[in-house]
């Protein structure tokens, strides 16, 4: 059974940086496509940057150029590098695993960050 456990949120002023983690438990990492996706209060969950099995990465529009998705095969980890934080990024932040296999999806519980000086 695949878990996803967020990490690295918190409160961090406009301009600052934030990186969160995703680990991932059970087996098979490498079959994933691994994603971040953000929830603002009173909007619904977007996108914010997906990485492939091969390492090739999409990102939102809005996060171009500042933000970083990697992901580590031997740690079965997945990372958001986030920086010049802007107040519109505050959100829940939550990790996708995506099957290659069998098109099965797993969100984990999601980790807030929050931009305010």
């Known amino acids: 059974q695949v878990q996803l456990v967020e990490s690295g949120g918190g409160l961090v002023q406009p301009g600052g940086s934030l990186r969160l983690s995703c680990a991932f438990s059970?087996?098979?990492?490498?079959?994933?496509?691994m994603g971040w996706y953000r929830q603002a209060p009173g909007k619904q969950r977007e996108l914010v940057a997906t990485i492939n099995t091969r390492g090739s990465t999409n990102y939102a529009d809005s996060v171009k150029g500042r933000f970083t998705i990697s992901r580590d095969n031997a740690k079965n980890t997945v990372y958001l590098q986030m920086n010049s934080l802007k107040p519109e990024d505050t959100a829940v932040y939550y990790c996708n695993a995506a099957s290659i296999l069998d098109s099965s999806t797993r969100w984990g519980q999601g980790t807030q960050v929050t931009v305010s000086s």
């Open positions: 059970g087996s098979g990492f490498m079959f994933y496509v």
